[in-house]
């Protein structure tokens, strides 16, 4: 049975989200459970396009890229596929009519990063952030507002600016790796080898600035979905305080991190936030 193909590719994904990424996952399940395993489906597919530029480097990326970008849209048109991440988003892709454009702005994106090393230009910065960041938010408030079109156009520019922020938070926390190992720059006009604190300053501020229009959207979504995008939230804003307070040198060093502890300490002030309208 067909059906029985899809519970497996759900659950597939379901899986991904849980392996690569344990502060993404608890935001998840403080989602609906009628919503939840569609942003299941959307994350395992951003993750696995990921993987493959950042990660598979014993491999032709270029060859992986293309194969995965052919059994995408084959999925997208024949509205099935074997393999079962993009089986799963198929599903979630039509189900929310998500627009293609999103889809094909988020391959470009991740195109780039098999031969763009260095962002130069303000230009070339926004358009890779709104292909790897704010088209995913854009995909995610589709689920969330289950087709309402009046809502989704309300709260675009939030959920762009919130997918933004998490994007620009991973980018600064992993600038080691991203430096070191992938030989990548993503914010124009910094000197990485000499960050400094009025760099780092800048570039924070800059994430706040996108955090605070985030949270304006936040607070008008769905109940469905409100619970589970305000911790995530949460984790990054905090997470973005931690590598405020950090010094330069320590972040190009080391990868920060907020502790398990914490994070449950956030999942549970979010909560009673949530539950006294707070948010």
């Not at 994904?13 to 489906?41: G, H, Q």
């Amino acid at each position: 049975m067909k059906s029985i193909f899809d519970t497996v590719s759900y659950n597939c994904s379901k899986l991904v989200t849980e392996t690569y990424s344990t502060s993404f996952s608890l935001a998840t399940k403080m989602l609906s459970s009628s919503i939840r395993a569609d942003i299941y489906n959307i994350y395992g597919f951003v993750r696995f396009a990921d993987e493959i530029v950042d990660t598979f480097h014993d491999y032709e990326k270029t060859a992986l890229f293309n194969k995965f970008e052919s059994d995408l849209e084959d999925a997208l048109q024949q509205k099935i596929s074997l393999n079962p991440i993009l089986n799963s988003f198929q599903h979630t892709y039509h189900k929310y009519q998500i627009p293609h454009h999103l889809v094909a702005s988020f391959m470009k994106s991740m195109r780039m990063d098999l031969v763009k090393n260095v962002y130069r230009s303000d230009e070339e910065y926004k358009e890779y952030i709104y292909g790897s960041a704010d088209v995913v938010g854009l995909m995610c408030l589709k689920v969330f507002v289950k087709g309402d079109e009046s809502k989704y156009e309300e709260l675009k520019e939030s959920a762009m600016a919130l997918g933004s922020a998490f994007q620009k938070v991973n980018f600064l926390r992993d600038l080691k790796a991203d430096f070191e190992d992938l030989n990548r720059t993503y914010f124009p006009n910094t000197n990485l080898t000499e960050l400094d604190e009025d760099s780092k300053t800048k570039i924070v501020n800059e994430i706040k600035a996108d955090f605070e229009l985030g949270y304006s959207g936040i607070e008008n979504l769905p109940n469905e979905a409100k619970f589970g995008v305000y911790t995530a939230y949460k984790y990054y804003y905090k997470l973005l305080q931690k590598l405020q307070n950090t010094p330069p040198l320590e972040i190009k060093n080391a990868r920060i991190r907020v502790p398990n502890y914490q994070k449950f300490g956030l999942l549970a002030k979010s909560y009673v936030n949530y539950k006294l309208q707070l948010v």
